[in-house]
Each structure stands twice: as C-alpha cells, then as structure tokens.
C-alpha cells in the first residue's frame, strides 16, 4: 500500500503494536530501574518511562531512508535512519536501562512513551518508510512543511547549508569549501538574461555530475530554501527556481533588484 505525502510514495510497513498481556493491555516495563550505575547519573527529562516493547518486520533491517509515524492516519512523526530495523527493534521499541539516563538516547525514549500512551488510548499506530540515501533533506523538507506533533526539531543534515568552514589556527585565514553546486551557481551569476529555462541534462552538463534521484522524482528538492545545500546554487547568484517539470526541465528567474 501507498501514501503520497507531498508527492513522495511512502510504502506500509506494519502496524505498531506493543507486546500484551493476557487481557489484551500492554505489558509496561521501568526500564529505568535496572540500570546498575543508578545512583551516580540523573534520569533525563523522557527517562521515567514507563515504557513498552515492539517490533518490526526484521524485512526491514539495512533499509536506509525516511520513517513516518501515523496515529489514527494523522502524521505525528517523521524521521531519518541509516537502518530502519535497529531504529525500531533496537531503539524505539526497545529501551535499556542505559538510554533512561543523561547521556542516554532520550529521543527513543520519548517515542517509545508516546507509541504507549497513544496505544492505551485506543489508536491506531501504523509505520511507512521511504527508502532513499536524500534522507536528510526529505526529513527537514517534510517535518519543515508539515510540523509533526511529536517533532521537537527540523531533524539532521549531512551539510544545512551546503559549505563548511575549517577552523583556522593562529594567523590561518578562514578558509570555505565550495558547494558541490557551484558551478550551476558561477554559471547564473554570469547569465545576462532574465529568465533561464534548462533541461536537467543542460543542467547535468554543467554541474559535471548526474542530478541525484530525488531532482526528478519530487518538486521540494527544487525549493528556494537555504536549508537546502542545491538552493544555494541559485540563491546565491540572485536567482530563484520559477517552474519545475520534472525528469525535463527547470526554469530560473533573476530575482528583481538584484
């Protein structure tokens, strides 16, 4: 089964059931409690459980992409992994006495309690997943469009910005890594036109390397944000992205007093 969201087909994977007892009620655990070292480290905010445990189909281990947590079909969580089965199996639905305390993993904690509470209340949870290596910049592009719920932040990127600065020593000057989009950059700021309709292999050419996926299969990857490290290419030259037809062409326009 498919869900479209915001044009990327998300794929089912299962519904998220705690393990229960007899009656049919989660088996809720403290996790907290078996932590060893106890008395010398503080619990974190999300540590005090309680907490459940589920799982996953083990299908879904080395699956590397964006996950989305559905609550009676309502979007409530969106995140990246590099391994959506140890994510699940080994993190949300497993918490050890560890990842109760600071230093831990307070977000699987939180998770977890949410998944519990949302379960005891009588709703439906449901997982989907979309597996691709963009998973930065889907998951910032997705929670930044749709502010899940249970999101506390905009979610990791490799490279935000698309340049990195190295740390200069005593009398070193600052020195910046050029964004990989560069040249589809120094090509606008030289372009005397107003308008710039390209083909994405016009594109390709000048950039020297294949778009990625992820430019042909969803229009956010086009998106005049500078969270996004391609956007700078034309943001920086004065320049927005005015049409896109995807896996064809995209269409530039010189922003307006500049």
């Given at each position: 089964?498919?869900?479209?969201?915001?044009?990327?087909?998300?794929?089912?994977?299962c519904k998220i059931i705690p393990e229960l007892k007899a009656d049919g009620t989660p088996k809720e655990c403290m996790s907290q409690?078996?932590?060893?070292?106890?008395?010398?480290?503080?619990?974190?905010?999300?540590?005090h459980g309680p907490f459940c445990r589920f799982k996953i189909p083990n299908r879904y281990n080395g699956k590397m992409g964006v996950y989305v947590i559905l609550v009676d079909n309502n979007i409530k969580y969106i995140g990246e992994c590099k391994n959506l089965g140890i994510r699940f199996n080994m993190g949300y639905g497993n918490i050890s006495p560890r990842n109760c305390?600071?230093?831990?993993?307070?977000t699987n904690c939180r998770i977890?309690?949410?998944?519990?509470?949302?379960?005891?209340?009588?709703?439906q949870i449901e997982l989907l997943f979309y597996e691709t290596k963009d998973r930065?910049?889907?998951?910032?592009?997705?929670?930044?469009?749709?502010?899940?719920?249970?999101?506390k932040a905009l979610g990791k990127s490799s490279d935000p910005s698309g340049e990195q600065?190295?740390?200069?020593?005593?009398?070193?000057?600052?020195?910046?890594?050029?964004?990989?989009?560069?040249?589809l950059e120094e090509y606008l700021r030289k372009s005397q036109k107003e308008v710039e309709a390209?083909?994405?292999?016009?594109?390709?050419?000048?950039?020297?390397?294949?778009?990625?996926?992820?430019?042909?299969?969803?229009?956010?990857?086009?998106a005049n944000d500078k969270t996004h490290s391609?956007?700078?290419?034309?943001?920086?030259?004065?320049?927005?992205?005015?049409?896109?037809?995807?896996?064809?062409?995209?269409?530039?326009?010189?922003?307006k007093g500049n």
């Open positions: 089964m498919i869900h479209d969201i915001k044009g990327i087909p998300f794929q089912y994977v409690s078996r932590y060893k070292y106890k008395q010398n480290i503080r619990l974190h905010k999300y540590g305390y600071v230093g831990g993993q307070p977890n309690n949410l998944v519990l509470e949302a379960y005891k209340s009588g709703a930065f910049n889907i998951e910032r592009t997705l929670i930044k469009t749709l502010n899940p719920e249970w999101n600065t190295s740390n200069p020593g005593k009398g070193e000057k600052k020195k910046m890594v050029k964004n990989k989009y560069y040249r390209m083909s994405y292999e016009e594109i390709e050419k000048i950039l020297g390397f294949k778009l990625p996926q992820s430019a042909s299969v969803y229009r956010a990857w086009w391609q956007a700078h290419a034309w943001l920086n030259a004065s320049w927005k992205v005015k049409e896109v037809n995807l896996r064809n062409s995209v269409t530039f326009e010189k922003i």
